[in-house]
């Protein structure tokens, strides 16, 4: 499962990061928006590795399995 971390900044915003994925945070009003924000942007930066033959992180290859 790829681990995404979120916390609320000291203006009141929330954060949300994926650690295995460098860069891949977003800002949400509320901690439910900051979670749907970077869950959005992590699957679209492991898409794109993805379709580029790149390696993805180890955390992210259990998201997909064949049948």
């Not at 949300?16 to 439910?32: D, H, I, K, N, S």
């Not at 928006?33 to 492991?46: G, N, P, S, W």
């Amino acid at each position: 499962m790829l681990k995404i971390e979120i916390e609320r900044e000291d203006d009141g915003r929330w954060l949300g990061e994926a650690p295995a994925l460098p860069g891949v945070m977003a800002y949400g009003e509320t901690e439910a928006d900051a979670r749907t924000k970077v869950t959005a942007l992590a699957l679209r930066v492991l898409a794109d590795l993805i379709e580029h033959g790149e390696p993805v992180p180890a955390e992210a290859r259990e998201l997909f399995i064949a049948a």
